[in-house]
């Protein structure tokens, strides 16, 4: 008999995030905490630290995953505590309806006492229980496989496109006189302490400030 899932335990992210920061492959991984290699797989997949707006930053952090993980289960918990309420939105999706669909039906049928979002329906269909159940099938084939949230497009630009680099003044990119200053910030792993550094650069002389900055 197939032994039923574990969830991942912090202790066991941390070791996944010590060897995949090695490179170590998942086979590797899986082995050493004696996990079927798809699970190891899906936690890399689905509790990845993505950043766009600093990308240096992006990697697999045990405790942010255990945070997503603990995060997902809570939204769709609702449905675990409510064995009649699970049932009968498995059976809606059986029956071809939508997680937006049994959402409105179950606002209407039941005003606020039941009300439950078409989101909490979707972490239960791709939470491991609803893998399970193979849930994602009854799903139109548009969501199917889900986008994860990172991929989605930002609603607006971080910056202002009047401050593209492409716009400066072509007195700025000659560095033809002194006074025209540029900002980074330099973002460490979280191992070397809980702070960064920001450089202010004088274009034309190339004069360098650093400070450091304590988050």
Same mark, same amino acid.
């Given at each position: 008999?197939?032994?039923?899932?574990?969830?991942? %335990?912090? &202790?066991?992210?941390?070791?996944?995030?010590?060897?995949?920061?090695?490179? @170590?492959? +998942?086979?590797?991984?899986?082995?050493? /905490?004696?996990?079927?290699? %798809?699970? @190891?797989?899906?936690?890399?997949?689905?509790?990845? *630290?993505?950043?766009?707006?600093?990308? @240096? #930053?992006?990697?697999? *952090?045990?405790?942010?995953?255990?945070?997503?993980?603990? &995060?997902?289960?809570?939204?769709?918990?609702?449905?675990?505590?409510?064995?009649?309420?699970?049932?009968?939105?498995?059976?809606?999706?059986?029956?071809? *309806?939508?997680?937006? +669909?049994?959402?409105?039906?179950?606002? /209407?049928? %039941?005003?606020?006492?039941?009300?439950?979002?078409?989101?909490?329906?979707?972490?239960?269909?791709?939470?491991?229980?609803? +893998?399970?159940?193979?849930?994602?099938?009854?799903?139109?084939?548009?969501?199917?496989?889900?986008?994860?949230?990172?991929?989605?497009?930002?609603?607006?630009?971080? !910056?202002?496109?009047?401050? #593209?680099?492409?716009?400066?003044?072509?007195?700025?990119?000659?560095?033809?006189? !002194?006074?025209? *200053?540029?900002? &980074? /910030?330099?973002? !460490?792993?979280?191992?070397?302490?809980?702070?960064?550094?920001?450089?202010?650069?004088?274009?034309? %002389?190339?004069?360098?400030?650093? !400070?450091?900055? /304590?988050?």
């Amino acid at each position: 008999m197939a032994r039923s899932f574990v969830q991942l %335990s912090l &202790d066991e992210g941390r070791i996944i995030a010590r060897m995949h920061e090695k490179k @170590i492959s +998942q086979v590797e991984i899986a082995r050493a /905490l004696r996990r079927h290699r %798809s699970t @190891i797989c899906r936690e890399l997949r689905r509790n990845f *630290w993505h950043d766009r707006e600093v990308p @240096i #930053a992006e990697e697999y *952090w045990h405790v942010t995953a255990h945070e997503m993980a603990c &995060d997902r289960r809570c939204k769709y918990r609702k449905l675990l505590r409510d064995p009649s309420l699970c049932a009968a939105v498995i059976d809606r999706l059986k029956d071809g *309806w939508s997680p937006e +669909q049994i959402s409105g039906r179950l606002r /209407l049928a %039941s005003g606020a006492t039941t009300r439950m979002s078409h989101e909490t329906i979707y972490q239960y269909v791709y939470s491991q229980e609803g +893998q399970d159940q193979q849930l994602a099938r009854h799903l139109p084939e548009r969501r199917r496989r889900r986008r994860p949230r990172y991929a989605r497009k930002p609603k607006s630009l971080v !910056f202002p496109m009047e401050c #593209a680099i492409r716009n400066r003044p072509e007195v700025i990119n000659s560095r033809s006189e !002194f006074g025209h *200053w540029e900002a &980074d /910030l330099m973002i !460490f792993r979280k191992e070397h302490g809980a702070a960064n550094i920001a450089t202010v650069v004088e274009r034309k %002389s190339r004069y360098t400030l650093l !400070f450091r900055n /304590l988050i």
